[in-house]
């Protein structure tokens, strides 16, 4: 697979039993549906990744959409709320997190009360987008 | 056990008999139908069909399917625990040699035999399948393949789809010459011919359409016979039928759930090229509600129905202890049917005590991780386990001089 943004191959990051493809240029994850799920610790949905329709043909505003690096569709912009835009693939294979994307999106979750607080995999993830989000 | 085997090749050899007559008789009519006197030039080119794809899938249909299927080998070093699985298994089985072990990379959880013979035999398996699975179910579903192997389906089958397959191309060919118009002009050539060529024609005409029918149901119902044969073989390997029973639940709902979920039907397809759909554990694609026993027996599937595999196994793992003529017996309760394919000999074979099934047990993703980091090392992956516990897995692609920082705690590689 590679990095929807840099094209440039994605490694994988095993933590606590759980995969994660990421782009070690970019910074940004990777997350296969239900991962988000897996990662977050959560027993229903978070975020809903299913059919939404084909996107825009690969154009759009601010130039050429990304692809999913599973399918090579071109992904859909999903505005979850104010502030984070993330890209979903159009047959739900999965979303895509820019750098810092995920840290925004783990706050909001918390500051909703809607994260499982204190497992190990919720505490790598707070020291993942720690490393990877806001700080750099 | 051997009485089995021996008495299923003499079952096995009598329909390959029955397949060649079939072939022979396609092959003449095919030619006296083209040309007449045609006849045994026909015959000649069908077995000559027939003895080219065979040595075709003798020396290369095992890596044809397994490069078709992107599978990759791993070994002890590699993926220890699922190679041991796999070898715990042909000890039980009494294999000669353990099969070589493929992995392949497809979230289709599924797994399928491969060979020609015990002692040149692969199983292969997908990774959706290891992730599905806790390590009794993938012991059974292993047994299973390995009763293929042991039963020598692998090479029967194969054999049966070649001559299937040469049959309906035979046929074809024909089909499609008639239907451009070669027909036409054999019939005015033929014009002040008797009575009799016209019923030859007719009956060549027939035979030809419906021998390939024929074939492909015969095909299709062996192989089924096969599954419940490789069931049962599983069933005593591991003298657990609950766990492969549990199994097979697991890959039925997996795949109705994929299947009925709409723009997914491509994921839900098979790993496997069409050809070798006898070989999979279960039928892939199958539609949602399949599973239910109201519906048809199938006479165009390879698998028998999941929901009387299950219920059969279920009703040995009920039992102390059980037997092949077992299995038999609740074959004939829950189809209905006799279980003609078991040879009676066998039925009277010693009993093996039920083992306890821990339905409870978690799926062995550990051992799927193993097997998928084996596979990313052969593909040249490097591994790199960070102090902090994380694992960072960086692709071929990768150059190696790029700084990579573990994602997690922000130590810098090597």
């Known amino acids: ?136 | 056990m051997f009485e089995l085997i021996h008495r299923n090749r003499r079952r096995s050899a009598l329909l390959v008999v029955a397949m060649t007559l079939l072939l022979v008789a396609v092959g003449f009519f095919a030619g006296e139908l083209l040309g007449s006197g045609g006849g045994p030039l026909g015959i000649v080119f069908a077995l000559a069909l027939m003895g080219g794809l065979f040595a075709l899938s003798w020396f290369a249909g095992d890596k044809v399917l397994l490069a078709a299927s992107k599978a990759r080998p791993v070994d002890g070093e590699s993926a220890p625990q699922l190679v041991n699985v796999v070898e715990e298994m042909s000890i039980a089985a009494g294999l000669s040699k353990p099969p070589a072990v493929y992995v392949i990379e497809s979230n289709v959880p599924n797994a399928f035999a491969t060979g020609r013979d015990p002692e040149h035999a692969t199983v292969a398996i997908t990774d959706r399948l290891l992730a599905l699975l806790s390590r009794e179910e993938l012991q059974a579903v292993i047994a299973h393949e390995i009763g293929h192997i042991k039963h020598r389906d692998i090479l029967y089958m194969t054999l049966l789809s070649v001559m299937a397959g040469s049959i309906a191309l035979l046929s074809d060919v024909l089909m499609r010459w008639f239907w451009w118009g070669g027909g036409r002009r054999r019939s005015r050539t033929s014009s002040d011919s008797g009575q009799g060529e016209l019923v030859l024609l007719l009956v060549g005409f027939l035979v030809v359409v419906f021998g390939a029918l024929v074939a492909r149901l015969v095909y299709l119902a062996a192989s089924r016979t096969r599954e419940y044969m490789a069931d049962a073989g599983a069933a005593v390997f591991t003298r657990n039928p609950l766990a492969l029973a549990s199994a097979l639940e697991k890959l039925g709902a997996e795949q109705a759930g994929a299947s009925s979920e709409q723009g997914k039907t491509a994921r839900a397809s098979s790993p496997v090229p069409p050809s070798a759909r006898a070989m999979l554990i279960v039928s892939p694609a199958l539609k949602a509600g399949a599973g239910k026993r109201s519906q048809s027996p199938g006479l165009f599937s390879t698998h028998p129905p999941l929901a009387e595999r299950i219920e059969i196994l279920r009703q040995l793992g009920g039992q102390p202890n059980f037997s092949y003529g077992d299995y038999a017996g609740a074959f004939k309760r829950v189809s209905g049917k006799r279980a003609s394919f078991f040879p009676s000999d066998a039925l009277g074979e010693g009993a093996v005590s039920t083992m306890s099934f821990n339905a409870d047990e978690p799926a062995a993703t550990e051992l799927r991780r193993e097997a998928l980091d084996g596979l990313r090392r052969g593909a040249g992956w490097r591994l790199w386990d960070c102090p902090c516990g994380a694992r960072i897995k960086l692709p071929m692609e990768l150059d190696r001089e790029r700084a990579v920082a573990c994602p997690r705690c922000g130590q810098v590689a090597e």
């Open chain 1, 1 to 136: 697979m590679r990095c929807p943004a840099c094209k440039l191959a994605l490694a994988t990051l095993e933590v606590e039993g759980v995969e994660l493809d990421f782009c070690v240029e970019g910074h940004g994850y990777w997350l296969d549906e239900g991962e988000l799920e897996v990662l977050l610790g959560a027993e229903e949905t978070v975020l809903e990744v299913g059919e939404l329709g084909g996107g825009n043909g690969g154009k759009g505003p601010g130039g050429r959409r990304p692809r999913c690096p599973r399918c090579k569709r071109s992904m859909t912009p999903v505005v979850l709320f104010e502030g984070l835009e993330l890209d979903l693939c159009p047959v739900g294979d999965g979303i895509w997190f820019d750098e810092g994307e995920l840290a925004v999106l783990m706050t909001e979750l918390v500051r909703a009360g809607r994260v499982v607080a204190d497992t190990p995999l919720a505490r790598s993830l707070d020291s993942l987008t720690r490393h990877f989000g806001g700080t750099s």
